[in-house]
């Protein structure tokens, strides 16, 4: 009974983690960690306010992330790679879930809005209800969903941004920009590999029916487009210099390369190499930028 009771707790401790996606909220975090630093260098840096920034942001998509498991029970039981979450498996019960969830959601929002400010506060409020409240039920009917979903994924670096004491200026809209435009290549190869999986559990993805991978390659390089023309907009307002706009574009081309490698071979390996690039393009667009950026 003594060895239970720490096996019971190491699982539960485990279940939560999966509940509130720690993993993939770590994603939010940094990005909202790099909208705070380059906020930092016109407003100053306060390591307090970028704590509390930093707990309530977790909080509030830990909460998020609870809710959208609780909405998506039946879903998650149908695919393989989701079936052994919590609550499908049935070793959490919803009502906990639930507090949880509301918990976290309540507590985050609350934490922003009097440790930090209003602004952070409500920018964290829209994405919990973008991703709870549209783009779950959205995935559901309608393959726009993939768009709706790269909204609240775009704006924790607007969440640092304006707890750093920045405005929803350009800035602001750029780094949103930014985030928004790089999750859709990422997001449309991994719908496109675990496409049958997608379809079983009666997701409606751009992906769906793509035995080819024409459709998919092509909207992987419209978006990879916009992201390899998006670095002029900071050069030309003159908020970054002539690096980030050199290695931007240099980025976003390999991406729209890549793209079009994947509709002309149409297979899973072509697929994961452009989904490992963007692995890798956001973490070296990030650090030129940081060093290119102009306070």
Request: net charge positive; with cysteine; glycine share 8%.
């Amino acid at each position: 009974m003594n060895e239970a009771l720490p096996l019971a707790k190491g699982m539960f401790r485990k279940d939560l983690a999966v509940l509130t996606k720690v993993r993939l909220n770590t994603f939010v975090l940094v990005t909202a960690f790099f909208g705070y630093f380059l906020g930092s260098r016109s407003h100053g840096w306060d390591g307090v306010t970028l704590l509390h920034m930093l707990l309530g942001t977790a909080a509030a998509a830990f909460g998020s992330a609870a809710f959208n498991q609780l909405m998506e029970i039946d879903l998650d039981a149908r695919m393989a790679r989701t079936a052994d979450r919590p609550l499908p498996a049935k070793r959490m019960d919803v009502l906990v879930a639930f507090v949880i969830g509301v918990l976290l959601s309540v507590f985050g929002l609350v934490h922003l809005s009097v440790m930090v400010n209003k602004m952070s506060a409500v920018l964290a409020l829209i994405t919990l209800v973008t991703y709870v409240f549209i783009y779950t039920p959205m995935k559901r009917k309608h393959s726009v969903n993939t768009l709706i979903g790269a909204i609240p994924g775009a704006i924790p670096p607007m969440i640092g941004w304006t707890a750093a004491g920045g405005r929803l200026d350009q800035s602001a809209w750029f780094l949103f920009a930014l985030l928004f435009l790089w999750q859709l290549p990422h997001f449309i190869a991994i719908n496109w590999m675990c496409r049958e999986e997608y379809e079983n559990a009666g997701y409606k993805m751009w992906s769906n029916g793509d035995v080819s991978g024409a459709k998919s390659s092509r909207l992987c390089m419209a978006f990879s487009l916009c992201l390899a023309l998006l670095p002029l907009w900071p050069y030309l307002s003159g908020t970054a210099s002539w690096p980030w706009l050199v290695c931007g574009i240099l980025l976003g081309l390999r991406m729209v390369m890549l793209s079009r490698s994947f509709g002309q071979q149409g297979d899973r390996a072509s697929a994961r190499r452009l989904f490992l690039f963007t692995l890798l393009y956001l973490p070296v667009a990030l650090t030129v930028l940081a060093v290119c950026w102009k306070a």
